[in-house]
């Protein structure tokens, strides 16, 4: 008997852990990344190794559990990645329509050779309540409203401040134009930085575009921005359009120079900015930038001040959009608000947001109308920009 109790408490000790084991869920919400007319990127993530998939629905007034959807994995050359991010890439999709999506991740308890042993499912809910949805962006479309808040620096409290005088049924897209963050050293300044509390508020369902700042240049973690951020994307400066607007998303890199004692020698952004520029030549004589009706560049550093990365900004990228027919350059890094007309050195208006406001654009006919809002309401200053 007393074999048999000693046996039965060894059994006990050495299962406990594999009972009391955390099962696989959703650490943060779905996000879209990178919309545009034929195309969105979801990216979520998980607390277990897993591989993961999008399962897509038109939104045609069907149930969602009417028919099986079908399901768009996370994989590179033809092999379903086992990762705790997840990014998938829809494409192939139609304008200006509506979808609704899931996405699910399933364990991935052990992989050997051609053996794969697979664990739980976790999935975002569509019993009970309505599955997540975004809309395409349309061309075609005559109107855009988008709104833009930069150097959040990890308070969530005002980044919600911020969003709240925003109306979300009303608002296409949201721009956050760097440090949001002040530090990448782990994932956890992303998400309870400002993440979730995007998410929570818009971002599963309205499309955010990231343009990097300086201090997400910083840290261990920082090299896995695009992990998280324009995931699928060839670089993480881009162009994308909504409606009448073609937006070129700038990487502005750090704000002093490479060789600087705080970089630690790791630092190549001189050279990535003249890399960049390069690039830049040829999307500003691309057809989806010349036939935009407006064009707004957007980039953290903003080109004046004096520091290094500005001169680089103003000597590298200014040239280029001088010439380009720009309607405005929309900036954060100073913590402060600056409205800069048009001049000799920079040929259409800058404008600096400040870290506690909020910049709410309306695109339409020939006129994009800007108010700047501060964490109160109050509007700070307006401007419209004729064509």
């Known amino acids: 008997m007393k074999k048999i109790s000693l046996f039965f408490l060894f059994f006990l000790l050495t299962a406990l852990p594999v009972f009391a084991q955390e099962d696989i869920k959703i650490t943060h919400a779905p996000y879209l990344q990178n919309l545009g007319e034929n195309e969105v990127t979801i990216v979520w993530t998980v607390n277990k190794p897993s591989i993961g998939w999008v399962e897509l629905a038109p939104d ?47 364990e991935v308890l052990s992989h050997v ?8 499912v976790a999935a975002t809910s569509v019993y009970g309540k309505e599955p ?68 929570a508020l818009f971002a599963s369902e309205i499309p955010m575009y990231y343009t990097r700042g300086n201090h997400e240049t910083r840290g261990s973690f ?37 060789s600087d004692l705080e970089y630690a020698g790791i630092n190549v952004y001189d050279q990535y900015r003249t890399e960049q520029a390069e690039w830049l030549k040829g999307v500003l004589e691309s057809k989806e930038y010349k036939e935009a009706p407006f064009k707004v560049v957007v980039c953290h550093i903003p080109p004046f001040g004096g520091w290094h990365g ?45 870290n506690n406001t909020v910049l709410k654009a309306e695109a339409q006919n020939n006129k994009l109308s800007i108010k700047v809002l501060d964490q109160d309401g109050k509007e700070v200053d307006k401007l419209i920009v004729n064509k």
């Not at 705790?84 to 996405?103: E, I, N, Q, S």
């Not at 050779?113 to 739980?120: H, S």
């Not at 956050?176 to 782990?186: A, L, P, T, Y």
């Open 60 to 106: 045609d007034g069907t149930h969602y559990y009417q028919t099986e959807r079908p399901k768009f994995f996370n994989a590179k050359n033809g092999i379903k990645l086992t990762s705790t991010v997840h990014a998938v890439h829809l494409k192939g999709l139609k304008p200006g329509t509506r979808y609704r999506y899931r996405v699910y991740s399933q």
């Open 222 to 258: 920082a090299t896995a921005f695009q992990d998280y951020f324009s995931p699928k994307q060839e670089h993480i400066y881009y162009t994308f359009r909504q409606g009448p607007v073609c937006f070129v998303i700038l990487d502005s890199g750090e704000d002093k120079p490479d």
């Open 310 to 354: 500005d001169q680089e900004v103003l000597d590298k990228f200014i040239p280029l959009l001088n010439n380009a027919g720009v309607d405005i350059m929309l900036c954060g890094h100073l913590h402060r608000y600056i409205r800069n007309e048009a001049k000799d050195g920079v040929k259409f208006p800058v404008i600096v947001n400040s």
């Open 132 to 199: 997540l949805a975004f809309q395409t962006s349309d061309h075609g479309r005559q109107t855009v409203n988008f709104a833009m808040v930069n150097d959040i620096h990890g308070k969530s409290d005002v980044l919600e401040k911020l969003i709240s005088h925003c109306d979300l049924k009303s608002t296409d897209m949201f721009l956050f134009n760097g440090d949001m963050v002040s530090i990448f050293n782990s994932e956890k300044e992303i998400f309870e930085g400002f993440m979730d509390k995007a998410t």
């Open 113 to 120: 050779g051609w053996r794969v042993i697979y664990g739980n």
